[in-house]
């Protein structure tokens, strides 16, 4: 099984501020690996695919990099809607997620 | 607009059983990959099950052989069979369109399943 270990596990963010999440794989992934965004009581939101490609509707202050083991989650200037929890998932071998990334606004 | 629609969730003692049905609109179920995903509450995500459109299925080594994953193009839905629940089962389940090498997207709400004596 493909384990994608995610740091850090928790970030407390003052709006405007930049959060760069990073998403580590136990495998080769390629560019099979996603990112999704879930807020409180509500179910995941697919924000990026394929480690870079966008997600219509998606703000553009979300962006993706990496490939092969290690992938980045960015939040440009971050606002208070962005609170959520953040999960990589890997497509490359059967379904993996990471653990997640509290993302809390200061 | 694709969307997703769970239903069947509810409360089912250890060793019973649950059908979660999954109506979709604004596409076809069977000739999509379709996911079942599942939330502890206050945890993370876990992959459940998956079936292609060619009909093959997949399920977590935790649920292989207690559940079962169909689709009905009839009624557009599909479905999560589950039997002898065990009280880690216990979770939010959410459908979701995609699987293979694909992401998923969208999910459904979700559907709570707690599994108590």
């Known amino acids: 099984e493909i384990v994608l270990t995610q740091s850090p596990d928790f970030q407390s963010v003052t709006p405007k501020e930049k959060v760069i999440i990073t998403c580590r794989a136990s495998?080769?992934?390629?560019?099979?690996l996603h990112w999704y965004q879930q807020k409180p009581d509500q179910s995941p939101k697919l924000l990026i695919k394929?480690?870079?490609q966008s997600i219509s509707g998606v703000p553009s202050r979300f962006s993706g990099s990496g490939s092969g083991t290690d992938f980045t989650l960015t939040i440009d200037s971050l606002e208070a809607e962005d609170a959520a929890t953040y999960y990589c998932?890997?497509?490359?071998?059967?379904?993996?997620f990471g653990q997640g990334t509290k993302v809390e606004i200061k | 607009e694709v969307q997703l629609v769970e239903s069947g969730g509810g409360l089912v003692q250890p060793g019973g059983s649950l059908r979660l049905s999954c109506a979709a609109s604004?596409?076809?179920?069977?000739?999509?990959?379709m996911t079942w995903v599942r939330q502890v509450p206050g945890k993370g995500l876990e992959w459940v099950s998956v079936?292609?459109?060619?009909?093959?299925?997949y399920y977590a080594d935790s649920v292989k052989g207690r559940f079962t994953i169909s689709a009905d193009n009839s009624k557009n839905t599909l479905y999560l069979q589950m039997n002898s629940l065990r009280a880690e089962d216990t979770a939010t389940y959410y459908c979701?369109?995609?699987?293979?090498?694909?992401?998923?997207?969208?999910w459904g709400q979700g559907t709570l399943v707690i599994v108590s004596s």
């Open positions: 979701a369109k995609g699987g293979a090498r694909l992401c998923l997207d969208p």
């Open positions: 604004g596409f076809t179920v069977t000739n999509n990959y």
């Open positions: 079936i292609y459109r060619d009909g093959q299925t």
């Open positions: 495998e080769n992934l390629g560019t099979s």
């Open positions: 394929f480690a870079s």
């Open positions: 998932q890997q497509s490359q071998s059967l379904w993996t």
